[in-house]
């Protein structure tokens, strides 16, 4: 497309040229986009609309998780959304109350309960990064004096579900055997199996 470009008054000042100019470069300009803006809609079959900003997101808390199986062994399944949607902070209550009847219901000494509620209260896995080595639950435990300052966290090779298990049916707690259950303090699953690498993620093919 060829366009031309014509002065009719040649009688006018440079300025005034240049200005004219100016204003017929513009209009070209504004013709060229929108022919632009008419193809690639064509093109593309969809209408060329304003750019709107997005709206605001709302994020909801479908689950939670840190202590494994401190809400599918201690609290019944309709109570599991509840907790799944708290906070740590404010469910430790309500899981305080479940832990202690659950261990009512199964015929267990309180002492057991009362150890599960300072170690796993609130529904946090805490680290100490001060120290260079540790085990599972060692920040907790060291609070409540039974072990020295260590990491905590959890490793790899680490069985929490067992752990779990032999705290609540089994005598690990000050080696009280009333009321176990030996038949329950394991799930039968050694963290074994796992196949870890020195580099991230550090799980390698299962076995």
């Given at each position: 497309?060829?366009?031309?470009?014509?002065?009719?008054?040649?009688?006018?000042?440079?300025?005034?040229?240049?200005?004219?100019?100016?204003?017929?470069?513009?209009?070209?300009?504004?013709?060229?986009?929108?022919?632009?803006?008419?193809?690639?809609?064509?093109?593309?079959?969809?209408?060329?609309s304003p750019i709107t900003p997005p709206a605001a997101t709302t994020f909801v808390q479908l689950e939670r998780l840190a202590v494994p199986a401190l809400i599918e062994l201690f609290q019944d399944f309709a109570d599991h959304d509840q907790s799944n949607r708290a906070t740590p902070r404010a469910d430790a209550g309500f899981q305080e109350l479940a832990i202690r009847s659950f261990f009512r219901a199964i015929g267990r000494p309180q002492a057991i309960a009362d150890l599960v509620v300072a170690v796993t209260l609130p529904d946090v896995v805490e680290a100490d990064l001060s120290q260079p080595a540790g085990a599972y639950f060692g920040v907790e435990?060291?609070?409540?004096?039974?072990?020295?300052?260590?990491?905590?966290?959890?490793?790899?090779?680490?069985?929490?579900?067992?752990?779990?298990?032999?705290?609540?049916?089994?005598d690990l707690v000050h080696g009280i055997t009333e009321g176990q259950i030996p038949a329950l303090t394991s799930d039968n699953v050694s963290p074994e199996a796992i196949r870890d690498t020195n580099t991230f993620p550090y799980l390698g093919s299962p076995a």
């Open positions: 497309m060829e366009i031309l470009l014509k002065m009719k008054d040649w009688n006018l000042s440079l300025s005034e040229k240049v200005q004219q100019f100016r204003v017929h470069l513009l209009v070209m300009v504004s013709v060229l986009i929108l022919l632009v803006a008419s193809a690639c809609g064509a093109s593309s079959g969809t209408a060329i435990l060291a609070g409540a004096g039974v072990v020295g300052p260590n990491f905590g966290g959890r490793r790899l090779r680490d069985d929490p579900v067992d752990v779990t298990l032999q705290v609540v049916f089994g």
